[in-house]
């Protein structure tokens, strides 16, 4: 089992900034951790993804705003948001992967976190 749990958030006036983190606790290796986030009426979409070896992803809308990084002794990651505008509102969730046996994955998602951008 994996339990994923999420912190940061709130509410922020545009051009401010907010950092959400969020803790994963397994026994099993971890494959990647992401952030997704979902708008009133949208689809989820990819924030931000780092791998187990490093390799990071961000989504194309960020324009350089976000950083994603991780504690490197414990399974923690933390999403920096900066520059945040009316746009970014959403609830973001946190998305880990692990690796159940040789070739088989498994998804667990946190609860989510609300994000709101306004003056």
């Known amino acids: 089992q994996v339990q994923v749990v999420e912190s940061g958030g709130g509410l922020v006036q545009p051009g401010g900034s907010l950092r959400l983190s969020c803790d994963a606790s397994?026994?099993?290796?971890?494959?990647?951790m992401a952030w997704f986030r979902q708008a009133p009426g949208k689809q989820r979409e990819l924030v931000a993804m780092?791998?187990?070896?490093?390799?990071?992803t961000y989504g194309d809308f960020l324009k350089g705003r976000f950083t994603i990084s991780r504690d490197n002794n414990k399974p923690t990651v933390y999403l920096q948001m900066n520059s945040l505008e009316p746009e970014d509102t959403a609830d973001y969730f946190c998305?880990?992967?692990?690796?159940?046996?040789?070739?088989?994955?498994?998804?667990?998602w946190g609860q989510g976190k609300r994000v709101t951008v306004s003056s």
């Open positions: 397994t026994s099993m290796t971890i494959t990647s």
């Open positions: 780092i791998e187990i070896h490093g390799l990071i």
């Open positions: 998305r880990v992967v692990v690796e159940v046996e040789a070739q088989k994955r498994a998804i667990y």
